[in-house]
């Protein structure tokens, strides 16, 4: 699967999972994070931290482990939604089995997984391991060795996807970047007095685009959570009445608010993560067990029999009503005399109505046409404009004098002494952040223009493309063009053989459907699924899908089931298939 399919199938499983499902997560998870994050703020401002440190420390851990433990549960539940098998039953046995495989594996992550990151290649491996102990350690079968063997079996499994996940949906880069700023901003404060206020900030901003790039999404959220917690106080001020800390000029910028705001903005992305995870888990070993089908077959079968019964008692409630339904056409043919005065009145009385204001004639002030409206319209363009690039020039004027003339922020003065050194190494910091970004909007305009380049070259070069084998099933619809597939169909059909000519049409039809941006041609993919991405996307060409399902059932009955096909039948199939490319292009 792509990255934005597994992204948009993990969230539409969240989006869908009952309260059952969820309340695991949250059962777990809560209680770990408000345990952290009371540690945390313990461990900073309490003057007699140290006498309960250990005891503190042993309450996280234990936090901790019931975490993983309703992770592994919300997981389970997760995936028996997927596949619409049960999890099974919860005995004492299978419990114990879950504290004690999450506790083992698990804590070895706060070695293993530092260690990867520092070593950069195996990391996404590593981490993706511990993620499929979480997503298998709920199964029936869940001892060490057990989970440990399919865990690792997964994560090594399409390494460039498990990256992709990490990026998008891990929490993980959020956390470790504000652990960063947390610790290194009051050590920094701490070691070099010199160090104002406005170095700090920027400090912080620095860390803060790294933190973008490495994890766009966290970051967003963590911003989002920052502004509500910081207005929500200011509404119940001014509507409620009610004083807060906040409302009251309290200072609450300070690390436990940074905390709280990752804490929540993790809470809202792991189970995105877990859930992309469970179908990774899913689809992984799918490939040999063949549970994807299985589930698959289950839902048409049961969809036909939705539909016959559906019939039935459609047919049962037309039986019933039949009688009244004659009765009230019956009662519905005496006309109803209604006078005309009475009509127009009514009439009358609707056109007042607000809706039809439109009706009323305009009366334009004398004044609006003392000036033309071409000269007005060009004056209101011209100083907008000018009043733009104004507000652009000051902003980049006071942007750079900030950045790169040496001064603090503060009091405009220059940096001295040992804070000089800062200055500089803040100025090259920002050189090379600019640097980087001007570098890759070069890379990422070079891109656009060497993929005009090449599609143009390759619309050239068609003319002639090697034949594809039409006996091998690997063979994919962007191995031609449209019109090498239309003439590879017409020279097969002229010959007879009409069975490779249906999938040459076939093949022609998807050529159109991806070159529309309508569906993803991959090798992997089955019939059924590229008519499951056109049935997404229905509102926008509602007479595609039916006709295309209709041609996947036609081409597998004669190419799967051996049927033979006649000159009638290979007419209407060549029909559906051009309609199916004409509506195609019309959208």
Not at 360 to 389: C, K, M, Y
Not at 487 to 509: I, K, V
């Amino acid at each position: 699967m792509r990255l934005l399919e597994i992204a948009e199938s993990a969230l539409h499983h969240v989006r869908l999972a009952p309260i059952d499902a969820l309340a695991p997560y949250y059962i777990g998870t809560l209680p770990f994070a408000l345990c952290f994050l009371y540690f945390w703020a313990d461990m900073i401002q309490s003057a007699f931290a140290y006498r309960h440190l250990h005891t503190s420390a042993m309450v996280v851990t234990a936090a901790y482990i019931w975490m993983k433990c309703w992770q592994s549960i919300y997981c389970a539940k997760l995936r028996a939604n997927m596949t619409g098998v049960d999890t099974g039953a919860w005995t004492i046995a299978r419990v114990v089995r879950i504290v004690a495989t999450q506790a083992v594996i698990h804590s070895t992550a706060i070695v293993a997984v530092p260690v990867a990151l520092v070593l950069t290649v195996p990391f996404p491996s590593v981490y993706g391991f511990y993620q499929n102990v979480t997503v298998f350690g709920a199964d029936e079968d869940n001892g060490v060795r057990a989970v440990s063997s399919r865990a690792w079996a997964e994560a090594k499994r399409w390494p460039k996807q498990n990256l992709q996940l990490i990026w998008m949906f891990s929490p993980m880069p959020l956390v470790i970047g504000a652990g960063l700023i947390l610790v290194m901003v009051p050590v920094s404060a701490a070691l070099r007095s010199d160090y104002s206020e406005s170095m700090i900030v920027q400090f912080v901003t620095l860390y803060s685009i790294i933190l973008v790039i490495l994890s766009p999404i966290g970051i967003l959220l963590a911003f989002n959570v920052g502004i509500a917690i910081v207005m929500v106080p200011s509404i119940l001020k001014s509507i409620l009445g009610i004083e807060t800390t906040v409302s009251m000029g309290g200072d609450f910028f300070n690390s436990t608010f940074f905390a709280i705001c990752v804490a929540i903005a993790a809470m809202c992305l792991d189970p995105v993560l877990k859930a992309a995870y469970s179908l990774r888990c899913f689809h992984g070993e799918s490939l040999q067990s063949g549970a994807d089908l299985r589930i698959a077959l289950r839902r048409i079968a049961a969809s036909r029999g939705l539909r016959l019964g559906a019939l039935i008692a459609v047919a049962f409630a037309a039986s019933l009503t039949c009688g009244p339904t004659a009765l009230a056409q019956a009662e519905s043919t005496v006309p109803l005399a209604v006078r005309a005065d009475e009509l127009d009145h009514a009439i009358s009385i609707e056109l007042e109505g607000s809706e039809y204001v439109w009706r009323t004639p305009r009366e334009i002030p004398s004044e609006a046409f003392q000036e033309n409206f071409l000269t007005r319209f060009l004056q209101s363009v011209r100083s907008t404009i000018w009043d733009g690039l104004k507000s652009f020039g000051r902003w980049v004027q006071r942007t750079w004098e900030k950045l790169f003339s040496g001064r603090d922020g503060v009091g405009g003065a220059s940096s001295v002494g040992s804070g000089g050194g800062w200055v500089a190494m803040q100025q090259a910091l920002w050189f090379m952040v600019f640097g980087a970004l001007l570098a890759a909007l070069g890379y990422f305009a070079y891109r656009v223009y060497k993929q005009r380049s090449t599609d143009i070259v390759h619309a050239v070069a068609t003319a002639t493309p090697a034949t594809p084998n039409l006996e091998e099933d690997d063979v994919t619809a962007d191995a031609l063009p449209e019109e090498g597939w239309l003439n590879l169909a017409r020279d097969l059909a002229e010959r007879g053989d009409l069975r490779l000519a249906m999938r040459a049409l076939f093949l022609a039809s998807l050529s159109v459907l991806a070159h529309r941006d309508m569906i993803r041609i991959a090798k992997y993919k089955s019939n059924r699924e590229y008519g499951r991405e056109l049935e997404r996307i229905i509102h926008a060409v509602p007479d595609v899908p039916p006709i295309f399902a209709k041609s996947v059932r036609a081409l597998e009955r004669v190419w799967y089931g051996n049927h033979e096909v006649d000159r009638l039948s290979f007419g209407a199939y060549s029909i559906d298939q051009e309609r199916i490319r004409s509506l195609a292009k019309q959208h």
